[in-house]
């Protein structure tokens, strides 16, 4: 296997542990609008999604008005309101550190809001760690894979020395919508054999398994 420049890493329920976040914040703002609710798995399923099309999943019946009232409402509980904690998933960090030293470029292709990912890097102190990133308000939302290709054209790094890692379903298929190589992650929010139906080029069950494939092999220097 040829090494990778490039490794483009999903945030939530890959690097980032929130998806209980996620959910309280997404069953609150239902509540607060009176609407119908939505089984947590229905709200852990969109996960990974932009906001709006997470919205327009759960609610397709919505016009934009209450779907923007959705997005006001989660965004209240999500960056303020709710208490349920979000962290770094155990040795995230010490992985991006690692990965760092061996020369890899990084870089975070994520459903959240921009203000939502320039809150919480400085905040869990990896910001540093990355050379740029595409949130799903400033482009397409996954599997669409125009974050991605935007990703690759910035950094100059073509598909086939790029990986992309993620935990749903989205991810790797945005991935092969790019033409890029892509590692699944089943510690996060879709179940492994809906993540091993997307094709991956594998499928690691922890942050360590994540390390240990991660740096079997030095990279290219990046030129």
């Known amino acids: 296997m040829l090494p990778y420049k490039l ?3 999903d945030w939530d329920g890959t690097l980032m542990d929130s998806e209980a976040r996620i959910v309280a914040s997404m069953r609150a703002a239902i509540r607060d609008l009176d609407l ?7 709200l852990r399923n969109v996960i990974g999604l932009g906001l709006q099309e997470a919205l327009a999943t759960l609610y397709p019946e919505g016009d934009r008005l209450l779907k923007n009232a959705l997005v006001e409402r989660y965004r209240h ?3 303020n309101a709710d208490p349920t904690p979000s962290q770094l998933f155990e040795g ?5 550190e690692k990965l760092q030293e061996q020369g890899y470029l990084m870089a975070i292709a994520t ?8 809150r919480v890097l400085p905040e869990v102190g990896v910001a540093h760690y990355f050379c740029t990133s595409r949130c799903a308000d400033e482009t397409a939302s996954k599997p669409d894979p125009r974050m991605l290709l935007e990703i690759m054209a910035q950094t100059k790094v073509s598909a086939g020395e790029t990986l992309m890692v993620g935990d749903t379903e989205y991810d790797l ?13 089943s510690y996060g ?3 492994k054999t809906r993540l091993q139906r997307c094709g ?11 390390q240990g494939w991660l740096l079997k092999s030095v990279p290219r220097a990046y030129v």
Request: one cysteine or more; aromatic letters at 6%; a negative charge.
């Open 92 to 96: 995230a960090k010490l992985l991006l």
């Open 189 to 191: 929010v879709h179940e």
């Open 36 to 42: 119908p609710p939505r089984e947590d798995d229905a």
């Open 77 to 79: 509980y999500y960056l």
């Open 111 to 118: 459903g959240k809001g921009r203000a939502g990912l320039d």
């Open 173 to 185: 298929l945005m991935a092969k919508h790019a033409g890029t190589d892509a590692l699944a992650v």
């Open 200 to 210: 991956p080029i594998d499928c690691v069950d922890s942050i360590e398994a994540l």
């Open 7 to 9: 490794i483009v890493f």
